[in-house]
């Protein structure tokens, strides 16, 4: 396959806005602020996830003399000096990162990554930033409200074959972790980043024998431990019979087709007749949080879930909006708030930070976005944002995943109830506060005349 | 960033299989199709794509010793014998692939892509050629429909923050390219497949200025050729006035917010007012088919399009469920057709043909899927799918990306009218052969009993 190219993982107009600051002559340190404008419908909340690998990019960016010499053939840089192309040799990230750890419960219009750098270095490291945070918190956000539909039952995000490629199979398996799942069947992940993975049979396994029983034993043989016996090949209710009067224990069996709802009782009725009351059922196929919803409503006794497609795409909301919008320039000792006026896009301008107010009880109540220097606007508020790289350096050691997903657990449980409900509705209230407010219309008035 | 294990970018089930199929010492020659069994609402048609990367991991896929290391730590392979382990290390792919080239215009049920191999193989490959084909053909399928909704005008594809990370962002843009797009403004896939990479300016670059036209002056110094300057940072209409008082002559404008339709009719109005007859208006902002289709009917002034999220994303159909099924089994020198008798998930069984029919003009008539074997359902018609790969090794020249495009373009030039309208509605006819068909009723009732 490709050797990737990371540093030209971005878009064209990075490049050439970073050799038009070059050669202007521009070293203004600039600070972006990443964010969503509005939570896409249905979701109440984001999860937030994928900012270890921004990080781990940010540290490791560099241009190949491949990439360079790309660049230096392209069209678009014909007129651009040598000098920038030698430049491009030495380049690395220096700036500083502040983040929202992952795992964290964020809302629309709260800056969840703000990037310090000098303005081509900021600039530069857009693309790859929006893709690889939009991407795992859009996925951590839908497994976080898949799980809270399976109501305690564990859930297994089963959807790599319908990811958008290899590499965002291995990341949604990550991002769904993160949100709750206990798992993945997607084996790489479980490699890099100790993720425990889980696996059934498929109907080829089934298919390839000329008696379906005879599957059934020849793989008990192996696995004789672990095995959960895909029953839906040809009939569902017979291949439960047939388990039972084989005298086979499978730990459990997987419905992927049909009435799940029905069958699973049907199937239920079969085993416990049969004595197999430790054999669990596992059910899968074209299920997220409403099907699953619906499926335990009608009381069906399904112990587990495997969730593919509509997890690993989040189907129903496939991609999240977050822009990462320039908000201060300092050129020259001067600091300049900037905001964009375009229609429906103002954005708040100067560096902030997000304030989060909670109930004696742990429940979260209300967030604030304030500038960086103002006091918290609520006493005992929560910051959000960490620092977590200066200088192009991490701060701080790494996170294990396993750890990130029980602090987004611990959060996700002190969300008000309204908000881990599949009703559609709003966030959390999130304030501006005065100072910020007044902050904008003043710099506003700077570019609209107004 | 982590060094991708594309051995381990599957399923832990084709693992484990794979393991039962050598402990169970099932040495069969299987033939597993790839196909789709719906189009996704509203397509018509499938654009497909994604094969070279299909046909390069299976020359490729080798278990590296820390992979091996996984799984053998893994729970559930705890009893499977140190022999599996050591095949694995030296596990290649030695099948024989048929596939449709990229840029063929596919149906519902007819395979894309048919392997032939030992049963272990072709199952440990699954995973990563569904995520791998799935992907690239929903945005190529998805980028023709822009394409012909901007009818004849060029569309770039701008869609990388919000693809499914930094990879999936290089695959979109190579199958949104071979859709129809005249390029994008990933870099990478620049890099990688030689497409055209196509930048304008950000708001980044304008805000960074005090002045919105120093900010486009800079700029033009840099790039004097090339430039597309983008307007709407503070107010579009101003921005083109003082474009045309300052007397600069950009090759471009790009509007990406607001009402398109009006603004590029006042701005068009203002260039040409002012001799800038030769700038062109370039629209981005939310852009698919649907509203490119609307602003050009609304007699809009746009010259080209660049169209973000919705293609890299394929949004209205974020997910294609191609499958990948047993259709014959070889053991013991006897050819074992097979069949999924699953509610509303029946398969065709047996190593199968697509055949197309044309009319004298050229225009696609219908298709047929037929047993391999079977002579051309209809005198003339166009056999689909052709060799690709025999005992692991690829037959044949790779193709440039830019030849598949051109391919793919006089494909779809072929389709019946209704079918490239984006009106929804059914694809082309596909009949199945008698022959087929008693023999998917010969092999069903032998697992249905009926």
């Known amino acids: 396959m490709k050797r990737r190219s990371l540093a030209l993982a971005t878009d064209l107009y990075e490049l050439t806005m970073a050799a038009a600051y070059f050669c202007n002559d521009i070293r203004s340190i600039a600070t972006f602020e990443l964010f969503v404008r509005e939570l896409p419908q249905p979701r109440r909340f984001l999860l937030v996830a994928g900012i270890e690998q921004a990080l781990e990019y940010l540290e490791e960016v560099r241009f190949s003399s491949e990439d360079i010499d790309y660049?230096?053939?392209?069209?678009?840089?014909?007129?651009?000096?040598?000098a920038f192309f030698d430049y491009l040799e030495e380049f690395r990230f220096e700036g500083d990162v502040w983040a929202m750890p992952e795992g964290t419960v964020a809302f629309a219009n709260e800056p969840i990554v703000r990037v310090t750098a000098p303005i081509l270095q900021a600039q530069i490291v857009e693309t790859f930033l929006l893709a690889t945070v939009n991407f795992q918190t859009m996925i951590a956000s839908k497994a976080a409200?898949?799980?809270a539909a399976a109501r305690g039952r564990p859930v297994i995000e089963f959807g790599s074959r319908r990811a958008h490629g290899s590499e965002a199979a291995m990341y949604a398996a990550r991002a769904a972790y993160i949100g709750?799942?206990?798992?993945?069947?997607?084996?790489?992940?479980?490699?890099?980043?100790?993720?425990?993975?889980?696996?059934?049979?498929?109907?080829?396994?089934?298919?390839?024998?000329?008696?379906?029983?005879?599957?059934?034993?020849?793989?008990?043989?192996?696995?004789?431990?672990t095995t959960t016996l895909?029953?839906?090949?040809?009939?569902?209710?017979?291949a439960a019979k047939k388990i039972v009067a084989a005298g086979l224990k499978p730990q459990a069996v997987r419905l992927d087709s049909g009435d799940l709802a029905t069958l699973s009782r049907e199937v239920r009725r079969v085993l416990d007749a049969g004595g197999l009351t430790a054999t669990r059922i596992f059910a899968s196929g074209d299920l997220d949080e409403y099907r699953i919803a619906e499926i335990l409503a009608q009381g069906a006794p399904v112990d587990a879930f495997?969730?593919?497609t509509r997890l690993s795409t989040s189907a129903d909301a496939p991609n999240l909006g977050g822009v990462y919008k320039l908000v201060e320039v300092v050129a020259d000792h001067e600091r300049k708030a900037r905001v964009k006026t375009s229609p429906g896009k103002l954005t708040l301008p100067g560096r902030k930070q997000v304030w989060r107010a909670t109930a004696p009880d742990g429940v979260y109540v209300e967030d604030w976005v304030a500038l960086a220097e103002e006091e918290?606007?609520?006493?005992?508020?929560?910051?959000?944002?960490q620092p977590m790289m200066a200088g192009g350096r991490r701060l701080g050691p790494r996170q294990e995943t396993r750890e990130i997903r029980e602090n987004a657990l611990?959060?996700?449980?002190r969300l008000p109830e309204a908000l881990r409900s599949l009703e559609?509705?709003?966030?959390?209230?999130?304030?501006?506060?005065?100072?910020?407010?007044?902050e904008q219309q003043r710099v506003a008035a700077r570019w609209t005349g107004r």
């Open 180 to 225: 709750g799942c206990i798992g993945t069947s997607n084996v790489e992940a479980g490699l890099h980043f100790g993720i425990p993975t889980f696996g059934t049979i498929a109907h080829s396994w089934v298919m390839s024998f000329d008696e379906e029983l005879t599957a059934f034993e020849r793989y008990m043989q192996v696995f004789p431990g």
């Open 376 to 385: 918290p606007p609520i006493p005992g508020a929560q910051q959000l944002l």
């Open 71 to 82: 660049l230096r053939h392209h069209p678009s840089f014909s007129a651009v000096p040598r």
């Open 306 to 308: 495997g969730v593919g």
């Open 410 to 413: 611990q959060n996700l449980a």
């Open 230 to 238: 895909l029953i839906d090949t040809y009939d569902t209710v017979e």
């Open 424 to 438: 559609p509705g709003p966030g959390l209230p999130v304030r501006i506060t005065e100072r910020l407010l007044a």
């Open 145 to 147: 409200r898949v799980v």
